[in-house]
């Protein structure tokens, strides 16, 4: 069923045609622990995930309290928490969670299209917001990329994103100064959207990594990120 519905989404050629550059050299496999209330969409994502000769499905986990306790545990490299579920919901589990491991690579795997939860989940450590109607191939990379330290946003969503970039007519110099720093940062958000890194970016942009960063701060902070 899981498998099914995946297959009905279109693929993302981004992922699919040029690998992620840096990633880490898979000595071992990712250990990943897996939280969701909806036994059937978990189990399908463990299938999957388990059919991958780099991923490990060590823990799962119903709620968010739950999910805790496993990481404490368990100690894995990467996390799929969903947002909506009993008992302690993802982002409370998030914040927890980031506060006695602040380097784990946290994806959030849910329904909601919501910004302001996307937000905060952002702010309270998530590496990454995916949406549960993502296409498989872009959910392994997506993984992947978390554990090599890459921030990884669902398209759909990113998209919501840059739309609050939109611009106003310029009017002067300054303006126009602005618009063109404004609308490189909405091409830095769309890159990011991809899941490509920075220094892709920074190639594709012909920038300095320096300047993608700032690109990317300047970003977070508009949207209340950072």
Known sequence: MFDSEF???PRLAAFESEPL??????????RIILVDDHTLFRSGVKALLQRQPDFEVIGEASDGLEGVKLVEQLDPDVVLLDVDMPSMNGCEAMAQI???????????????????????????????YLLKKIDQDYLLRAIRSAYNGESIIA????????NRFA??????????EMTARTRRERQTLAWLARGVSNKEIARAMNLAESTVKVHVQSCLRKLGLS
């Open 155 to 162: 398209p759909q969503m990113m998209t919501k994103f840059v």
């Open 167 to 176: 611009d106003p007519e310029p009017r002067n110099a300054q303006d126009m």
């Open 7 to 9: 297959a009905k989404q």
């Open 21 to 30: 550059s840096g990633l880490k050299k898979m000595t071992q496999s990712i």
């Open 98 to 128: 980031h506060e006695s491991h602040p380097g784990l690579a946290v994806l959030m795997l849910t329904v909601s299209e919501d910004c302001e939860t996307l937000a905060e989940c952002l702010r309270l450590g998530a590496r990454g």
